[in-house]
């Protein structure tokens, strides 16, 4: 006579087990989608503009406060330090871990930063992104591609861009990586 285990394999036990009879458990899903991703850049480059308007029609203090707003709203300052490397910023200040260096680098005026002209105070009238690949994986979103900026001049700037989006306790997206640089000229 041939004897057979009739035993269950012991996760699918566990699993009816745990299954008779339990109640609904919460589901949090966390993970980042592309639309997500997108409207983040979105977003930034519109609130770009505006501190820009901000500053011609209001001033610099009007510009910095809509700067502070835009800060708080799209980095991830308030979790920790930001992996910020801004197009036009070199030697020891190069990159802007902490909150008040990406403020300097937005809309200048800081005597602690004093190469830094402000760059969202440049004119910029239109934005537009044009993502070369978007890597997702769970709650952090990865992006690289162009940034195209056209100035009240008609004048375009196309920036070399990565991001990395992380997603917060409150499911809001914040920027934790910004890497920003002019795009290569041959013969360099």
Known sequence: ???RNLALPAFIATALA????AV???????????????????????????ISDRYAAD???????????????????????VLFKPT????????????EGALAYFVGHDESYPDDSGFALKGW????????????NGDLALTTGH??????????TIVDKSWAFKKDEQGALRI?????????APGY
Do not use: C
């Open 88 to 99: 036009l910023a070199s030697g020891e200040q190069t990159f802007r871990i902490a909150r």
């Open 176 to 184: 934790v990586l910004h890497h920003s640089s002019l795009p290569y």
């Open 147 to 156: 940034v195209r900026l056209t100035d009240a001049d008609g004048q375009e």
């Open 125 to 136: 009238k239109s934005y537009s992104f044009e993502n070369a690949a978007v890597y997702i």
């Open 24 to 50: 609904s458990a919460e589901v949090v899903n966390n993970n980042i989608t592309e639309a997500e991703v997108k409207a983040a850049q979105e977003a930034w480059g519109q609130a770009l503009i505006q």
């Open 59 to 81: 001033g610099i203090d009007k510009a910095r406060e809509k700067a502070e707003q835009v800060l708080d709203a799209a980095y991830g300052y308030g979790q920790g330090a």
């Open 18 to 21: 745990l299954g008779a009879g």
């Open 1 to 3: 006579m041939i004897k």
